[in-house]
Structure formats: C-alpha cells, structure tokens
C-alpha cells in the first residue's frame, strides 16, 4: 500500500514546498496545484482519502502519520510559521489550521464532484475551473476586513 501515496508525495512533496520560496502565496499555490496534479492523473485520490483516511477505520490512516506527515504537513506548518514570524502570514492565523484549510479546500471538493456538480448544476466546472476557483478564494475571495 505504500505505493499509493507516491502520487501525492511526488506531486505535494516537500520539494514542491521548498521551491515555493518566501512568498505564502506562492507557497500555498504549490500546495494547491501539486494536489490538483496529481488528481487529474488518479481522479480516484479523493475518494480513496474520504475512504481510507479520513474514515474511522480507514486503512491507509496510520500510513499518512508513517509516511506523509513529516514530508507535507509538518513542513508546510513549519513554512508558514516562520513566514508568520516575519509578518507575511497574518498573526491571527494558526500554521497548523492553515493547512487544515488548505487540505479542506482542496481535497473535500475534489472528493464531493459528483455531489456539488448534481445539486448546484455545474457540471461545467471541470478539475482545472476549480483549482483556479480555490487559488482565487484563497488570494482575494473576500477582500476587507470582517467583524471580531
């Protein structure tokens, strides 16, 4: 099973992370086009993670702690703090819940296609529209402030 994570270490890996250099943006668009990558050569990676990771008893849980954890998640927790630390990431944001949100903004939709696509009628958008969709959300979606 190991196998199956080789898609997304070597489209998410820590390399592509590095390479983003100092900027979150850039950074963050790495994290989402890395992923998008590799699920528009294995569509099946969401549902595999809804199944199998993110499920109760899902089979490839422990591998993700094994093998995927310290080569994305952490690292990404550990750009966006020092980045934080120098003042390009907003102090009100946790590292750690930033790329929650990034995993939830990426993979939660990929996963759930065939829900949104039904229920909102946008059978359309395709994996590219999406990604383009997250990455504007993720830069600009709202603008301004919002209330405390």
């Not at 994570?5 to 590095?18: C, D, E, K, N, T």
């Not at 009628?121 to 993720?138: C, I, Y």
Request: charged share 20%; proline share 5%.
């Amino acid at each position: 099973m190991y196998i199956t994570w080789q898609p997304l270490r070597r489209f998410v890996g820590a390399a592509s992370v590095r390479a983003a250099g100092e900027d979150p943006r850039a950074l963050i668009a790495a994290f989402v086009r890395g992923l998008h990558a590799a699920v528009v050569r294995r569509p099946w990676l969401p549902a595999l993670w809804i199944r199998e990771v993110i499920g109760e008893h899902g089979a490839l849980r422990e591998m993700l702690f094994e093998h995927v954890a310290e080569r994305v998640p952490r690292v990404l927790v550990q750009r966006f703090a020092a980045l934080q630390k120098e003042g390009a990431v907003s102090a009100d944001l946790d590292p750690r819940l930033l790329v929650v949100s990034l995993v939830g903004l990426t993979l939660f939709p990929l996963a759930a296609q065939p829900i949104w696509r039904r229920l909102l009628d946008a059978h359309d958008v395709d994996v590219a529209a999406l990604e383009r969709h997250t990455l504007a959300l993720l830069d600009h979606g709202f603008g301004g402030s919002h209330a405390r």
